[in-house]
């Protein structure tokens, strides 16, 4: 079983900036894939950035140039900072990671989800 523990969010003005922080923990030999992804009412779930175990990242459209994704492998932990943030940022953010186990089987795992909220 494998955990994953969300902080950062809150309530934020148009502009401002948020980080946030998800740790793994539990039976992890090795993290694959780690990303967060958000979901709006009315909205699907969809992929806002993603980090590989090898530092390769990519991001939504409509993030690129304001957040920026960053992991630490040493403690199974990603961040995400964002930026100039604006009303349409406003979602749930969920953390998602790829995990290979001790017996060498590859699971998805998902967080339990941190409120963003941009209002002025």
């Known amino acids: 079983q494998v955990q994953l523990v969300e902080s950062g969010g809150g309530s934020v003005q148009p502009g401002g900036s948020l980080r946030l922080s998800c740790a793994a923990s539990?039976?992890?030999?090795?993290?694959?894939?780690m990303g967060w992804y958000r979901q709006a009412p009315d909205f699907q779930r969809e992929l806002v950035a993603r980090?590989?175990?090898?530092?390769?990242?990519n991001y939504a459209d409509s993030v690129k140039g304001r957040f920026t994704i960053s992991g630490d492998n040493a403690r199974n932990t990603v961040y995400l900072q964002m930026d100039s943030l604006k009303h349409e940022d406003t979602a749930v953010y969920y953390c998602k990671a790829i995990v290979t186990t001790s017996n060498g089987y590859q699971f998805q795992y998902w967080g339990q989800g941190t409120q963003v909220t941009v209002s002025s």
């Open positions: 539990g039976r992890i030999f090795s993290i694959n894939d």
């Open positions: 980090i590989t175990s090898g530092g390769s990242t």
